[in-house]
């Protein structure tokens, strides 16, 4: 392997990809939470009707979850900084542009082509840079990034509001498009290490991560084809990095990811109509947005607390996190105090942000190099994005053929319960790994996160030199 200078550790400038990361959060869940208070000021101004206008937004958000394979694809063969600088200064403009606009048509198309595919080079590929500089204190790193999002849904919509008060909604969506330039500041703090992590090859096969040569087999073996067809193929399956999907590993996690989006998108849709419909006012049902973003917030503190001091398995932590989520969930439509809803809303606000933290870790460590996380965390965005659209579909579906949001919320209880079952399948995985795996397998960097849960052991090597990438 080749020699690690001493001087390494992990972390430093990493730190400053954090607080772009942290940025990114704070900055778009913001603005998605802010165009929820702008959207009947915009209905009025626009002369349409309301779905019109919340679909624009809807789009806004879903087009990164579309996009997020092609994004990582071009983050692989060229500057990851430069992506996300052009796609920091799309996002703002397209603000900006909604706001001067008069026209429906150029409102979708500022928000859902300008702003969403800017936002699409930045959000992945900015949280893939953490992987060329975390792996120990990862789940103390995306805790810190991850809080941006909390902290963003519960700022933006009273400040919004006073905005729009004060100047209208176009000057309040041309503030907003100010603030959304700050991800090409963002994009500045990007760099690559010269050092990351790499997985350690068995050295019983004579390959790399990213050899060329099949397991087992020489060069001399391997012989090109000569398939057009087969050609073409092999290249559209590396660019995109469908390798992703012959993996268990991955597999099982970008499940527990689309179980997690279903239940997810369900919350921010119906849990303020749900508190309406069990008798809250308009004003108490309000604030139960906050509790869940105070309670999100406190779920990744303890998560990241308990993973980076050693107390719990990511797994373990993960099961507990989806099981206490899935009970608050069942009980959303039967509690009808104010007190009771706004608890059990923090209660579950609280197991969903252990559990993407948890998700989040387990994806980091996932057999393949840190050159390809972005591609992993692309296909992981998209598979959840379908599945949370899907799930929105039925939910909504559901609400509608009973009246009550009885059988919605089960169904988000069923989705995060369902995540036991993935871990269920992950423990029979490992406990049915080789022996000759599992003697590399309570890896050096990460033993408390994963004891007994990978059989994938990973060491510090030196990055290639990536002429495309920007210093």
């Known amino acids: 392997m080749t020699t690690v200078s001493p001087s390494y550790r992990e972390g430093g400038w990493g730190w400053a ?23 009947t000021s915009m209905k009025e101004d626009f002369g349409t009707k309301l779905w ?49 606009t008069h026209s429906v048509a150029i409102l979708a198309l500022a928000l859902v082509v300008i702003a969403g595919i800017g936002v699409t080079f930045v959000m992945e590929i900015t949280h893939a840079e953490l992987a060329f500089y975390f792996r120990e204190k990862y789940p103390l790193a995306i805790f810190i990034a991850l809080t941006g999002s909390p902290v963003g849904i519960m700022l933006y919509g009273p400040i919004t509001q006073v905005l729009v008060d004060t100047y209208g909604w176009r000057g309040a969506m041309l503030l907003l498009g100010g603030v959304g330039f700050h991800l090409v500041v963002g994009g500045m703090l990007i760099r690559r290490p010269p050092i990351s992590y790499q997985a350690v090859p068995d050295h019983e096969e004579q390959l790399t991560i990213d050899s060329i ?29 469908l390798e992703v999907f012959v993996s268990a590993e991955f597999i099982i996690v970008a499940t527990m990811r689309m179980l997690y989006n279903i239940g997810y998108g369900g919350v921010v849709v119906y849990i303020v109509p749900n508190g309406l419909a069990l008798g809250l006012s308009t004003r108490e049902a309000s604030f139960l947005t906050t509790a869940w973003g105070v309670g999100n917030l406190v779920g990744l503190v303890l998560c990241a607390l308990a993973l ?101 919320f089960f169904l988000y209880s ?46 510090r090597m030196l990055i290639q030199p990536n002429t495309n990438e920007a210093q």
């Open 308 to 408: 980076h001091v050693k107390w719990i398995s990511v797994r373990s932590a993960e099961g507990i996190a989806v099981s206490v989520t899935a009970v608050g969930l069942a009980l959303e439509p039967f509690v009808f105090p104010f007190v009771g809803q706004i608890l059990t809303t923090f209660v579950v606000g609280s197991g969903m942000g252990c559990a993407i933290e948890g998700i989040f870790v387990m994806t980091r460590c996932l057999p393949f190099g840190d050159d390809k996380f972005v591609s992993v965390l692309g296909w992981q965005t998209f598979l959840s994005g379908v599945a949370a659209a899907i799930g929105d579909t039925v939910s909504g579906w559901l609400s509608d053929a009973t009246g009550s949001f009885h059988a919605t």
């Open 17 to 39: 990809v954090v607080l772009a990361f942290f940025m990114l959060q704070f900055v778009f869940f913001g603005i998605l939470k802010a165009l929820g208070v702008l959207i």
């Open 52 to 100: 019109v206008v919340g679909s624009i937004a809807s789009l806004h958000y879903a087009v990164q979850f579309i996009l997020s394979p092609l994004a990582a694809a071009l983050a692989r063969h060229f500057s990851g900084r430069i992506l996300i600088l052009v796609g920091g200064t799309f996002y703002g403009v397209g603000l900006v542009v909604s706001a001067l």
């Open 213 to 241: 040569n099949s397991p087992g087999k020489s060069k001399e073996e391997v012989k090109p084809n000569k398939s057009k067809i087969s050609n073409l193929w092999n290249s559209v399956f590396s660019v995109l990095c």
């Open 414 to 459: 069923a989705t995060m319960a369902a995540i036991l079952l993935c871990l269920l399948v992950d423990a029979i995985r490992i406990s049915s790994t080789t022996e000759s795996s599992k003697q590399r397998g309570p890896a050096v960097l990460m033993p408390s996160l994963f004891k007994r849960d990978s059989s994938t052991s990973f060491g």
